[in-house]
């Protein structure tokens, strides 16, 4: 069983349209994450959702909108997608940020690579 | 402003031989310092991690140094194998905010 899983693994779509990625993880944590990995290997933070609710909200353009519906699922939704976009996107979950413990690690999906046209 | 950096970009080690990554920090805020390995077309994967309460962290053959003074942490591979061969990436966080900070990534490469 894949324990944050996401898709879709490869998104090739046109300038402008509008795009989605889903994100679910089974291992009964309360904080989700997406991460984008630019083509430089560079990692940084997007949103965080605890229990649904939003508590980081990186300087991201409005044009990424995050949704929760629950607390296994974090959805990324992009609007108007632009070349500089193009990047692999990671979701990831946590038991407990805040510890700095073993209950701290990040459990990341396998990446959704996004090309845009 | 980058909060965590981390030298050298790349490192070609041959087996058997120590490979050493090493980071630095600007925020003293930060209290929790872990260490990712990510396999090409994989999700990064949690190694090691140190809290700055101790100098040193030794898990198997993967080491973290950590100079509290300094503000750096340094991650040791000992008899390297060319299965270790990966990018690895340093990070940071905090009490409060807790979202990884990361460092910009070694390519290691492990030459049989």
């Known amino acids: 069983d894949t324990a944050v899983s996401q898709t879709p693994k490869y998104l090739v779509t046109q300038m402008g349209n509008d795009k989605s990625i889903k994100c679910e993880q089974n291992?009964?944590?309360?904080?989700m994450y997406w991460y984008k990995q630019d083509s430089k290997k560079f990692l940084k933070i997007m949103f965080s959702y605890n229990n649904k609710e939003l508590i980081i909200n990186e300087t991201v353009p409005n044009r990424f909108s995050p949704k929760s519906p629950d607390k296994a699922h974090l959805n990324l939704h992009i609007n108007s997608l632009e070349l500089g976009d193009s990047a692999v996107y990671f979701c990831?979950?946590?038991?407990?940020?805040?510890?700095?413990?073993?209950?701290?690690?990040?459990?990341f999906g396998s990446g959704t690579q996004l090309s845009v046209l | 402003q980058q909060q965590v950096k981390q030298s050298p970009q790349s490192l070609i080690v041959q087996k058997g031989g120590i490979s050493i990554i090493n980071c630095a920090y600007e925020?003293?805020?930060?209290?929790?310092f872990p260490w990712y390995q990510q396999f090409p077309g994989k999700g990064p994967a949690l190694l090691i991690a140190?809290?700055?309460?101790?100098s040193e962290k030794k898990e198997g053959r993967f080491t973290i140094s950590f100079n509290k003074s300094a503000k750096q942490f340094s991650l040791h591979i000992m008899d390297s194998q060319p299965g270790d061969s990966a990018t690895y990436f340093c990070a940071a966080s905090r009490a409060g905010r807790r979202a990884l900070t990361f460092g910009s990534g070694t390519r290691l490469q492990v030459q049989p």
């Open positions: 140190i809290r700055p309460d101790v």
């Open positions: 925020n003293t805020a930060f209290d929790y």
């Open positions: 291992l009964g944590h309360d904080t």
């Open positions: 990831a979950s946590s038991q407990a940020p805040g510890t700095g413990g073993p209950n701290e690690k990040l459990f």
